[in-house]
């Protein structure tokens, strides 16, 4: 398959609309979450007219045709990632409650009074609120690894704090949310092992973007979000390798978890069902399946190539324009992501601006405050790319950007804002 991003909008019917009286929609908000193609909704919409039932136990054909469509979703997503076994995919409400779940069942049964938990600043709330709140419970701590001036981490600095912390968990984003710089996950992740540590990656802006092979990571766990891989919303995925999900206490309690329930208590049955309490995201799966599908058939290494282009295109352009400040490393060492402030106009005011012109780009803290507080801003905007953006997208984007400098600079306004979320 030719890599042609004109042609490949085609398969996304929501990019045919227009916004803001007309004007053709530029969409680069992918970072926060992207569109679905037609395969994806169409997937989705089969299951519900055709096949829909609650999956696992059901004696009748629907159950079982659902149940299998589900399970087979299962193994798409182990063979995207390149998994040993199935059973080491478990499905999830997305990247937050995959987290969420290693904090409050790994954390609770591995991690106690005095032990460290080993961050970047540059994560995500994500990937530093659940460590908070395992803090709280069992008394551990969560330490912060700097960035360089360049928004990069030195492998020395890792080393350093590796050894001076010794912790029992290493958690780090694969590519960053604000900054777009990609951190070594393999070489990382075999330095954390070394030191004694194990690893969670964060993949959810590295699953869209590049070839994941979990082997090759060698992480304790990898979680990503459907619906920044052109899924459906409200279904993610945790990996884990399978000593660590048999050993692991099930976190949320319920059906389909259990083996056997009594007055007296209960037994949790294997993974990955252990870990998927209720009634599971059955449709998204389906259609979490069919994105990933489309992925492959695109090429994970087609879209890198192209996203690194068009963020290319856009970080030079950006520096070109009179104070403006780009966050983060040169486009070499980053993923699809330009963020950036302008001296004395404040961020909301440059997203608003945009729209009228039909670019969509985010303004605000990205659900990374402390990594804000640490750059000294209150506030970014983001462009982020993905595969069905063009060259001439990034222009306009550029254009409107130049004009916004024209118009708010010149009447010296500075907005101060709060931040808000994501
Ligand atoms: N981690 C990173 C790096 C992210 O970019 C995001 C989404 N903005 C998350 C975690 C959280 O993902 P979700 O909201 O899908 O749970």
């Not at 987290?99 to 709330?125: K, M, P, Q, Y």
């Not at 059955?282 to 690194?308: C, K």
């Not at 405050?369 to 983001?382: C, I, N």
């Not at 306004?413 to 979320?421: A, G, L, Q, S």
């Given at each position: 398959?030719?890599?042609?991003?004109?042609?490949?909008?085609?398969d996304?019917?929501?990019?045919?609309?227009?916004v803001?009286s007309g004007?053709?929609?530029?969409?680069?908000?992918n970072?926060?979450?992207?569109?679905?193609?037609?395969?994806?909704?169409?997937?989705m919409?089969?299951c519900?007219q055709?096949?829909?039932?609650?999956?696992?136990?059901?004696?009748?054909?629907?159950?079982?045709?659902s149940?299998?469509?589900?399970?087979?979703a299962?193994?798409?997503?182990?063979?995207?990632?390149?998994?040993r076994?199935?059973?080491?995919?478990?499905?999830?409400?997305?990247?937050?409650a995959?987290?969420?779940?290693?904090a409050?069942?790994?954390?609770?049964?591995?991690?106690?009074?005095?032990?460290?938990?080993?961050?970047?600043i540059?994560?995500?709330?994500?990937?530093?609120?659940p460590?908070?709140?395992l803090?709280?419970?069992?008394g551990c701590?969560?330490?912060?690894?700097?960035?360089n001036?360049?928004?990069?981490?030195?492998?020395s600095?890792?080393?350093?704090?590796?050894?001076?912390?010794?912790?029992?968990l290493?958690?780090?984003?694969?590519?960053?949310?604000?900054?777009?710089?990609?951190f070594?996950?393999?070489?990382?992740?075999?330095?954390a092992?070394?030191?004694?540590?194990?690893?969670?990656?964060?993949?959810?802006?590295a699953?869209?973007?590049?070839?994941?092979?979990?082997?090759?990571?060698?992480?304790?766990?990898?979680?990503?979000?459907?619906?920044k891989?052109?899924?459906?919303?409200?279904?993610g995925?945790?990996?884990a390798?399978?000593?660590?999900?048999?050993?692991?206490?099930?976190?949320?309690?319920?059906?389909?978890?259990?083996?056997?329930?009594?007055?007296e208590?209960?037994?949790?049955?294997?993974?990955?069902?252990?870990?998927?309490a209720?009634?599971?995201?059955?449709?998204e799966?389906?259609?979490?399946?069919?994105?990933?599908?489309?992925?492959?058939?695109?090429g994970?290494?087609?879209?890198?190539q192209?996203?690194?282009?068009l963020?290319?295109?856009?970080?030079?352009?950006?520096?070109?324009?009179?104070?403006?400040?780009?966050?983060g490393p040169?486009?070499?060492l980053?993923?699809g992501?330009?963020?950036?402030?302008?001296?004395?106009?404040h961020?909301?005011?440059i997203?608003?601006?945009?729209?009228?012109?039909?670019?969509?780009?985010?303004?605000g803290h990205?659900?990374a405050?402390?990594?804000h507080d640490?750059?000294?801003?209150?506030?970014?905007?983001?462009?982020?790319?993905y595969?069905?953006?063009?060259?001439?997208?990034v222009?306009?984007?550029?254009?409107a950007?130049?004009?916004?400098?024209?118009?708010?600079?010149?009447?010296?306004?500075?907005r101060?804002r709060?931040?808000?979320?994501?």
């Amino acid at each position: 398959m030719t890599f042609d991003p004109h042609q490949l909008r085609d398969d996304f019917p929501i990019l045919r609309r227009t916004v803001a009286s007309g004007q053709p929609l530029a969409y680069l908000d992918n970072a926060a979450s992207t569109q679905r193609p037609q395969v994806v909704i169409d997937a989705m919409s089969d299951c519900y007219q055709n096949y829909y039932a609650n999956v696992h136990r059901g004696i009748h054909t629907l159950s079982e045709e659902s149940t299998a469509a589900y399970e087979a979703a299962r193994v798409t997503t182990q063979h995207f990632l390149n998994a040993r076994s199935s059973r080491e995919i478990v499905f999830t409400a997305g990247t937050t409650a995959g987290i969420n779940t290693v904090a409050r069942s790994w954390g609770h049964a591995n991690v106690g009074r005095g032990d460290v938990i080993l961050v970047t600043i540059a994560e995500h709330h994500a990937n530093i609120v659940p460590w908070h709140q395992l803090a709280e419970a069992v008394g551990c701590r969560v330490e912060f690894l700097p960035i360089n001036q360049s928004g990069t981490i030195d492998d020395s600095v890792v080393a350093q704090a590796l050894k001076t912390h010794r912790p029992k968990l290493f958690a780090f984003t694969a590519t960053s949310n604000v900054l777009g710089t990609n951190f070594p996950a393999q070489s990382w992740t075999e330095m954390a092992h070394r030191s004694g540590a194990a690893v969670l990656v964060d993949a959810a802006q590295a699953a869209p973007h590049e070839v994941i092979d979990v082997q090759q990571w060698d992480a304790d766990f990898v979680v990503f979000s459907g619906h920044k891989v052109c899924g459906p919303t409200g279904i993610g995925v945790l990996y884990a390798k399978l000593e660590h999900l048999e050993a692991m206490p099930a976190f949320l309690g319920g059906g389909g978890m259990i083996q056997t329930v009594t007055t007296e208590g209960f037994t949790a049955t294997e993974p990955p069902e252990k870990f998927e309490a209720g009634t599971p995201p059955i449709a998204e799966a389906i259609g979490l399946a069919e994105a990933l599908r489309y992925l492959q058939r695109v090429g994970l290494d087609n879209i890198r190539q192209h996203e690194n282009a068009l963020c290319q295109r856009a970080d030079q352009a950006l520096r070109q324009i009179e104070g403006v400040d780009v966050l983060g490393p040169m486009p070499d060492l980053k993923g699809g992501i330009v963020s950036f402030t302008m001296d004395r106009i404040h961020a909301h005011d440059i997203a608003q601006w945009l729209d009228t012109r039909g670019v969509a780009v985010r303004a605000g803290h990205h659900c990374a405050m402390p990594l804000h507080d640490v750059l000294g801003k209150t506030a970014s905007a983001r462009a982020s790319f993905y595969l069905y953006n063009t060259v001439e997208e990034v222009d306009r984007f550029i254009e409107a950007v130049q004009e916004v400098r024209k118009k708010f600079a010149s009447k010296g306004r500075r907005r101060r804002r709060p931040p808000v979320t994501n």
